[in-house]
C-alpha cells in the first residue's frame, strides 16, 4: 500500500537516510548525527535497532518465542534507538506517519521515524529476520512515493557493488536488496569514510 508524497510541491522531495547501531559501536554516530542535523535538503531518518535489536535476538534464543514477536520487538528497539538520537541532536524530533513528516520539515525540523504504526499491518513487510531496518528503510522510501535511501554504514563499501553483491556479502539485509530492486529506488550505501559524500548529499557542511 503506497502513502501520499511528502513535502510541498516547492521543496526538494526528502532522502530517507539509515543511521544504523553499527555507527554506534564504531564511534560515529555522534558525529554522523551532527552532519545530518546540518541538512539543508529535507530527509527522514530510519533508525537501527543497534544494541535494542541486539537483546531481542538474544532473548528470543533464551525464550523461544517466534519470530512474529521478535520483529516487533525489533522495531520497538528502533523507536528506543530514535529517542536516543533525538537526545543527541535538538533538530531530530521523533515522527510516526508521512504527515508527521511533512509537519516536521516544514518546522524545518529532521523526523526520525517509529515505525511501528506505519508497519504494524504492512503486508509486504516479511515478520522476521529477514528484515532489519535497511529494508524497513527502503520500504518507507517506496511507500512515500520512490524517494532515495542512503544506508549508513560502518564497513567500507566498494563503489561498483551491486546491491545482490552487498545482500549475499551481509552488508544489507535481503529485503533491501528486493525492495530497492523491484520498486527501482535510488540507493547508496556510504561507509566511514563517505562523509564528505554524505554532506554533499544532504546540503550539509563539508566535515
Known amino acids: 500500500m503506497a502513502v501520499a508524497e511528502v ?8 532522502i530517507v537516510v539509515k543511521a544504523g547501531g553499527s555507527l554506534m559501536e564504531a564511534g560515529r554516530l ?3 548525527l551532527a552532519l545530518i542535523a546540518k541538512a539543508e535538503h529535507p530527509i527522514i531518518v530510519v533508525p537501527g535497532g543497534g544494541p535494542f535489536a541486539d537483546a531481542v535476538r538474544d532473548l528470543q534464543q533464551k525464550l523461544g518465542f517466534d519470530d512474529a514477536v521478535a520483529h516487533r520487538l525489533a522495531m520497538l528497539g528502533m523507536h528506543q534507538m530514535a529517542e536516543v538520537m533525538c537526545s543527541m541532536e535538538s533538530r531530530l524530533t521523533p515522527a510516526e506517519r508521512p504527515e508527521d513528516f511533512a509537519r516536521c520539515i516544514a518546522d524545518g525540523k529532521v523526523p526520525v521515524w517509529l515505525p511501528l504504526t506505519m508497519c504494524r499491518d504492512d503486508r ?3 515478520a522476521d529476520w529477514t528484515i532489519t531496518s535497511d529494508g524497513l528503510a527502503a520500504r518507507l522510501a517506496e511507500r512515500l512515493g520512490g524517494l532515495e535511501v542512503i544506508l549508513l554504514k560502518s564497513v567500507a563499501v566498494e563503489n561498483e557493488s551491486t546491491v545482490q553483491q552487498l545482500a549475499q556479502g551481509e552488508i544489507v539485509d535481503p529485503a533491501f536488496a528486493q525492495i530497492v ?3 527501482k529506488l535510488p540507493w547508496r550505501v556510504l561507509g566511514p569514510d563517505d562523509d564528505a559524500v554524505l554532506a554533499r548529499l544532504i546540503g550539509a557542511p563539508s566535515p
Do not use: F
Not at 7 to 14: K, L, V, Y
Open 7 to 14: 513535502g510541498a510541491a516547492d521543496t526538494p522531495r526528502p
Open 30 to 32: 555522534r558525529d554522523c
Open 124 to 126: 509486504e513487510i516479511p
Open 181 to 183: 530492486s523491484e520498486a
